[in-house]
């Protein structure tokens, strides 16, 4: 049981380059969520998805955009990428949508965009 | 909308010592309320939250957090740190009729345990 896996572990990007970070849960949980961190500002949320088939915006939606493969997977893909995107992304999922539950963390992609 | 703030980014202490991590939220709405840790190039797990009921929370490796309503606080605290506890700590808050599962994180406070 792997939990939530991320890969890839690190990245180094020129600006204007394009690529896709990838997130797969074992734990059999309907909702995943895209989340990047910045010294001194906590996690924001970039887009989440609260069952197979949906998608949704977070706070920092801006240069991003999601996919739902199927129950396990949620890919994030930077279309072109900025400078201002360098940050580490987090992946998490939860059995559902419902605030109450634990989200359960992957162990996060470092990303630096030069 | 809610926010949380906080107020230490750094707690140094020295092992054996006790150690409380202060967190203060602002929401217009009733919230649950999270404490998560990350270790080192980890991602974050759940150390303990409060949904309702009693206000003093119990969680793993030692931890508890007591629910301040009045004050709006969730203070994280330990009665005895060990060097394994070096780690950055968040609280975060998510609104009780939420249908998103959106967690509003705090900054973080770094734990720096000493020998």
């Known amino acids: 049981n792997a939990g939530v896996t991320q890969t890839p572990k690190f990245q180094v990007l020129k600006t204007g380059q394009s690529m896709t970070l990838q997130c797969a849960q074992d734990?059999?949980?309907?909702?995943m969520y895209w989340y990047r961190q910045d010294p001194g500002m906590g996690l924001r949320l970039i887009y989440y998805?609260?069952?197979?088939?949906?998608?949704d915006k977070g706070e920092v939606p801006n240069g991003y955009n999601v996919s739902r493969l199927n129950k396990r997977e949620f890919s994030l893909r930077l279309e072109s990428a900025a400078p201002s995107q360098t940050s580490v992304y987090f992946c998490?999922?939860?059995?559902?949508?419902?605030?109450?539950?634990?989200?359960?963390f992957g162990p996060g992609t470092r990303l630096t965009v030069l | 909308a809610q926010s949380v703030t906080q107020l230490d980014s750094q707690v140094p202490v020295f092992e054996e010592a006790p150690v409380e991590l202060r967190c203060n939220y602002s929401?217009?709405?009733?919230?649950?309320l999270f404490w998560y840790v990350q270790y080192p190039n980890q991602g974050l797990q759940l150390l303990l939250k409060?949904?309702?009921?009693?206000?003093l929370v119990k969680g793993i490796n030692g931890f508890e957090a007591e629910f301040n309503k009045s004050q709006t606080s969730f203070h994280l605290r330990k009665p005895s740190v060990h060097i394994s506890d070096t780690a950055e700590y968040f609280c975060?808050?998510?609104?009780?009729?939420?249908?998103?599962?959106?967690?509003?994180f705090g900054q973080g406070t770094t734990l720096q345990v000493k020998p």
């Open positions: 998490a999922s939860s059995l559902t949508i419902v605030s109450y539950n634990e989200q359960f």
């Open positions: 734990m059999n949980h309907n909702s």
């Open positions: 998805s609260a069952s197979e088939g949906t998608t």
């Open positions: 929401s217009s709405v009733s919230v649950y």
């Open positions: 409060y949904l309702s009921g009693s206000t």
């Open positions: 975060a808050v998510s609104g009780v009729s939420s249908n998103t599962g959106k967690l509003i």
